[in-house]
């Protein structure tokens, strides 16, 4: 196990994601909804009912660590250790009651991912892991704990010519602002909601990778989901780094993200940062 935090540290928190994706599958029917920034970002009575449950507890149970959390806006960040909650990853998709939500909780160590738990309530799954004790999937109403491990075959990552076509997953306003994406011959699109589901669904062999172009993307949104796509042996990068930075207090990602099987990071500088380059240049001709 890791030492940075101790198996009833680790059981506690697990605990903690399925007390929360049960109170909001609670109170789903009778949520009240309200726009935060805009139409398009939107936020539940239950999305800040779980963040007040998560962030009361931890600073209970670990009360020498930050803790960031989507929904609460007092920026705790200045410690070694980091929690960073995203209290229902996929608000739409719990509004819109298709399953696709989940409930995130990461632990960054002088910003580098090293713990993350996703809990999937509608389906009873259960992911978590950090570099330093691999990545786990629990069905929680059997208590049936199989391990995660990426597949390394990279024949998937070809520009074209493949019989098996990449399997791509990008948001829906990510490929509207990018609408060349969906002229790429060798990609066949994926839909799902969390990005925590979406890196569940690479290592279920669902997917291949999760690319993410507008970099608009938070730290509450990738923490959890890189602590155990890391563990898992997936790629966590962008167009040009190797690894995924945490800029706190700054929040944003400001680059592309991209999480994926061996050879992601490689194929999307190939194919897809050609592309945006093409197209940005047919568009200022």
Not at 84 to 91: A, C, F, H, L, N
Request: aromatic share 8%; with cysteine.
């Amino acid at each position: 196990m890791t030492n940075i935090l101790g198996e009833e540290q680790i059981q506690s928190v697990l605990d903690l994601a399925c007390k929360a994706g049960q109170l909001a599958m609670d109170m789903r029917k009778d949520i009240s909804i309200e726009e935060k920034t805009g139409p398009k970002d939107l936020v539940t009575s239950a999305d800040l009912a779980l963040s007040d449950l998560i962030v009361r507890t931890l600073k209970a149970d670990f009360p020498d660590t930050g803790i960031v959390s989507e929904e609460d806006p007092d920026i705790r960040s200045d410690k070694d250790l980091v929690w960073v909650i995203d209290p229902i990853d996929g608000t739409q998709n719990y509004i819109l009651q298709d399953g696709q939500y989940s409930v995130m909780i990461g632990l960054l160590q002088n910003l580098k991912p090293v713990f993350g738990c996703v809990f999937e309530p509608e389906h009873n799954n259960l992911y978590f892991g950090g570099p330093q004790m691999g990545a786990w999937k629990i069905k929680t109403d059997t208590n049936e704990k199989t391990g995660l491990k990426a597949n390394k075959d990279t024949n998937i990552f070809k520009e074209s010519g493949s019989f098996a076509k990449t399997r791509l997953m990008m948001g829906h306003r990510d490929r509207k602002k990018h609408p060349w994406v969906e002229d790429l011959e060798y990609v066949n699109f994926v839909q799902f909601g969390s990005i925590g589901l979406k890196v569940a669904r690479i290592l279920e062999n669902r997917a291949d990778l999760f690319v993410h172009l507008a970099g608009k993307l938070k730290v509450w949104d990738t923490a959890a989901p890189s602590a155990i796509a890391i563990a898992a042996g997936l790629e966590v990068g962008t167009m040009n780094e190797d690894t995924l930075s945490f800029p706190l207090p700054e929040v944003f990602h400001r680059h592309p993200v991209i999480i994926g099987r061996k050879g992601s990071l490689n194929w999307c500088r190939k194919t897809i940062l050609n592309e945006t380059a093409k197209f940005s240049k047919s568009d200022a001709n």
